[in-house]
Nanobody, 127 residues
Framework: QVVESGGGWVQSGGSLTLSCAAS????????VGWFRRVPGKEPEGVAC????????FYEDSVKGRFTISGDIAENTAHLQMTNLTPEDTDVYYC??????????????????????WGQGTQVTVSS
């Protein structure tokens, strides 16, 4: 399972950090992703990380602004979000899956292929 924390409200240009604590996976052989829901479509992968080797993938709109990192000792992945804009406002979901592909592939997988999903955390950016 995964448990999210962080999120909240910030003004445009501000920063927030989300955290995702995972459990039930084998050592560091899993990946963690942060997603946004798109009505009528599969969740959009914002950033993903392979916890074992730290390789990452970012969706184009967040490159250079968001940084995903992993702490194996704590089994936690963090998403540092900077230079936030109102367009980043959304509910962000953390998901985890046994590592089997590149970070980019795992960021693009359909929802049902992930083994654990969090409850979501609201991020609101005001202009």
């Amino acid at each position: 399972q995964v448990v999210e924390s962080g999120g909240g409200w910030v003004q445009s240009g501000g920063s927030l950090t989300l955290s995702c604590a995972a459990s039930g996976f084998t050592e560091d052989k899993y990946a963690v992703g942060w997603f946004r829901r798109v009505p009528g479509k599969e969740p959009e992968g914002v950033a993903c990380i392979k916890m074992g080797d730290g390789t990452t993938f970012y969706e184009d709109s967040v490159k250079g602004r968001f940084t995903i990192s992993g702490d194996i000792a704590e089994n936690t992945a963090h998403l540092q979000m900077t230079n936030l804009t109102p367009e980043d406002t959304d509910v962000y979901y953390c998901a985890a899956v046994t590592d089997w592909a590149t970070a980019e592939v795992m960021c693009s997988m359909p929802e049902y292929e992930y083994e654990a999903w969090g409850q979501g955390t609201q991020v609101t950016v005001s202009s």
